[in-house]
């Protein structure tokens, strides 16, 4: 794949309040390309405030700036593919993993019959992410670990300047999480900027390249070594935090 054309994110004193309360205050963190930066925290920690700001969802001050391999702010606004956390599928929709694949990776008119050249596409992209056998099984009737590697085969397609995972494996097996962690190991070398928020913190240590502790603002942050032996680490994970 191309590379995505960005070195590094930059969140510069990023604030976001609503309701009179401050959900995230001052977090400022840079994360490069080809590089894992996991956001960690209790639950109520302000990551998914922090990566809904960051996806233009939240109003905050502060600023999020993408730069180039020369340090210059990007002129495009970049491509970003995004993963959440869950979603919501009536088990009975008929909607199959194609149709959901054609609707937000292509401009084709979903309730049309795809085009032989547009199917075979998909299905290679999606061969990457073992999913090519899955664009006939409807949505409604995934596993957690297929719908995770679906979603995460949509939000590289086409290849993004970022990658954002929201706690992209909750309720997945350990085989499935197996499987998503190594394609995720796989996505890594493809030059793009991976944001993680994950409670797998056996995971972050040994995968991470940077990791940033966050309680409603940043309380460490520095290589998974220097985040997990901090004080701050401690007492938020006491005993090590659970997997």
Do not use: W
Request: with cysteine.
């Amino acid at each position: 794949m191309s590379g995505c054309g960005l070195h590094c994110l930059k969140i510069n004193h990023i604030t976001v309040r609503a309701g009179g309360h401050t959900l995230v205050e001052d977090v400022s963190l840079h994360a490069h390309c080809g590089e894992i930066t996991a956001v960690i925290g209790r639950n109520g920690a302000g990551k998914s405030t922090l990566f809904k700001a960051v996806l233009g969802e939240l109003p905050h001050t502060g600023e999020v700036i993408f730069t180039g391999h020369d340090g210059i702010p990007a002129e495009k606004k970049p491509r970003i593919g995004y993963v959440p956390q869950s979603l919501n599928v009536d088990p009975g929709s008929p909607a199959t993993v194609l149709d959901m694949a054609v609707t937000f990776t292509s401009r084709y008119p979903a309730f049309l019959p795809v085009p032989k050249k547009l199917r075979e596409e998909i299905a290679h992209h999606f061969a990457r992410f073992e999913a090519e056998g899955l664009l006939d099984k409807p949505v409604g009737r995934l596993s957690g670990g297929e719908l995770q590697r679906v979603l995460l085969a949509i939000a590289t397609r086409p290849h993004p300047d970022m990658l954002v995972l929201d706690e992209p494996v909750s309720g997945v097996d350990a085989a499935g999480l197996e499987r998503f962690y190594a394609l995720l190991e796989q996505l890594r070398r493809d030059d793009m900027v991976i944001l993680l928020i994950s409670h797998d913190l056996e995971f972050v240590r040994h995968h991470a390249d940077r990791v940033v502790l966050l309680g409603g603002r940043v309380l460490a942050s520095g290589s998974p070594a220097e985040v997990f032996a901090s004080s701050a680490f401690q007492e938020a994970f006491p005993g090590g935090g659970e997997r």
